[in-house]
């Protein structure tokens, strides 16, 4: 289990079909439905909201090269938790990207409508190497093997289970880093046109890239993807816009 204070309470995202898309949240990544009416499900675990949907059919697909929603990180408490999910993963054919990343163990897919997911677990913080303040994390194969060997049977998101991150398309990253310093947040690490950053020494809670996006313009609705990211920041509250349109609220 994470030893550090969850920072993302919950992601929404605009979505064209709010029943496929639900329903996929369900079966592939086992969230809960908490609560729905038909215009918006809200998808969590236990009694823990991590994932709201909110429907707008007529919305613009949003485009991999625009800013927005990289992907969703789902933590899981336990390498044999993540393990169950590579199973499940793959009973369910579901296409899945994976990487060691020296902190973490991760595993990536998309959603029928295109937003990135990791489902991934953290290597205990006493092995995490840091150098002046930054934390080392490549991206290595992963043995995917080993890791299904560890889990049993996928019963759904599991006890202990959070949104570890989020990562971010953006057009720039010194804006990016300069917004969230604002926020309190530290950069972690830095890769070829990447960052990340923390509160509380974590390895990240928010990544930012221009991978695909570099130069991408502020979001313009009404698009599908990330529509705003929920974060626990205790001393500061309400609604915070980076410079590429998306809305943190902030409790």
Request: with cysteine.
């Given at each position: ?7 993302i309470r ?26 729905r ?10 009694d ?10 007529t ?22 938790s ?15 990207g994976?990487?060691?990343?020296d ?19 953290d ?7 840091w ?19 560890t889990?049993?049977?996928w ?56 991978w ?36 943190f609220?902030?409790?």
């Open positions: 289990m994470t030893e550090f204070p969850t920072r919950n992601v929404t995202l605009i979505v064209n079909d709010l029943a496929r898309m639900t329903e996929f949240y369900q079966r592939a990544i086992g969230l809960e439905v908490l609560t009416d038909g215009s918006e499900a809200i998808l969590g675990a236990g823990a909201p991590f994932l709201t949907l909110r429907a707008d059919p919305a613009r697909r949003a485009s991999p090269s625009e800013a927005g929603l990289f992907h969703t990180a789902f933590l899981l408490p336990t390498r044999s993540l393990g169950a999910w590579l199973r499940h993963a793959s009973d369910s054919r579901l296409r899945l994976a990487a060691d990343h902190v973490s163990e991760a595993l990536y897919l998309h959603d029928p409508e295109g937003n990135g997911i990791e489902i991934y677990c290597r205990p913080k006493a092995g995490w190497i150098t002046d303040g930054l934390v080392k994390m490549g991206t290595y194969a992963l043995d995917l093997d080993d890791l299904a060997r889990g049993g049977e019963r759904g998101m599991p006890t202990g289970a959070t949104i570890g991150h989020v990562h971010l398309q953006v057009g720039a990253i010194p804006p990016e880093e300069e917004f969230f310093g604002t926020l309190g947040a530290a950069v972690t690490h830095r890769y070829p046109g990447a960052s990340f950053l923390s509160w509380d020494g974590y390895h990240h809670h928010i990544a930012a890239n221009v695909n996006s570099r130069n991408a313009v502020p979001r313009m609705g009404p698009v599908t993807g990330l529509a705003q990211v929920d974060l626990n920041l205790e001393h500061l509250k309400g609604i915070v816009v980076d410079p590429w349109n998306i809305p609220a902030l409790s």
